[in-house]
């Protein structure tokens, strides 16, 4: 598997200007559902993975805590601003500027092209399939599950997305 170094808010960040050229207003589910399916995509057609960021499972399905946070004042409003992260070099908090390679760009742009139109609530169906990594990690076998994370193991081993585009 292929590692990158790519920051949960820059991934977010590319796909928010993604969406935006094309005329589309993301919520922060929608956002944190796409940015999960470029992931999803990435890891499981093309063994790389993207970022460290931790998934988690949360109720309306996986979420990077990052994002949610990042954009959790909208609501289920359209995003209208970018994630930020604090610089210790300017004591401030400053826009992460989206640096992927174009190769990359290429993986992500085909994980989220038959996704990014469609509304939050769908996005959120499809991310709750009964057999898919979610539903593994929310309705686990064992006594706990500490953060609800969806690893890379489980979506690899319960991934079908990629075989349905």
């Given at each position: 598997?292929?590692?990158r170094?790519?920051?949960?808010?820059?991934?977010?960040?590319?796909?928010l200007?993604?969406?935006?050229?094309?005329?589309?207003?993301?919520?922060?589910?929608?956002?944190?559902?796409?940015?999960?399916?470029?992931?999803?995509?990435?890891?499981?057609a093309?063994?790389?993975?993207?970022?460290?960021?931790?998934?988690?499972?949360?109720?309306?399905?996986?979420?990077?805590?990052?994002?949610?946070?990042?954009?959790?004042?909208?609501?289920?409003?359209?995003?209208?601003?970018?994630?930020?992260?604090?610089?210790p070099?300017?004591?401030?908090?400053?826009?992460?500027?989206?640096?992927?390679?174009?190769?990359?760009?290429?993986?992500?742009?085909?994980?989220?092209?038959?996704?990014?139109?469609?509304?939050a609530?769908?996005?959120?169906?499809?991310?709750?399939?009964?057999?898919?990594?979610?539903?593994?990690?929310?309705?686990?076998?064992?006594?706990?599950?500490?953060?609800?994370?969806?690893?890379?193991?489980?979506?690899?081993?319960?991934s079908?997305r990629?075989?349905?585009?």
């Amino acid at each position: 598997m292929n590692q990158r170094a790519y920051g949960i808010r820059e991934l977010a960040n590319w796909i928010l200007d993604f969406a935006e050229k094309r005329g589309v207003e993301l919520t922060n589910m929608s956002l944190n559902k796409l940015v999960y399916f470029a992931y999803e995509h990435s890891l499981v057609a093309h063994g790389i993975k993207l970022t460290n960021a931790k998934i988690e499972a949360w109720e309306h399905g996986p979420v990077f805590r990052e994002v949610y946070r990042s954009f959790s004042e909208f609501g289920n409003r359209p995003i209208t601003t970018r994630a930020g992260k604090f610089s210790p070099a300017t004591n401030r908090v400053e826009i992460v500027e989206p640096k992927l390679s174009a190769a990359d760009e290429k993986i992500v742009e085909e994980g989220i092209s038959p996704l990014f139109r469609l509304p939050a609530s769908i996005l959120r169906e499809l991310s709750h399939a009964s057999d898919g990594p979610w539903a593994a990690t929310w309705y686990h076998e064992d006594a706990t599950n500490p953060g609800m994370q969806i690893t890379d193991d489980i979506i690899l081993r319960l991934s079908r997305r990629t075989l349905m585009q």
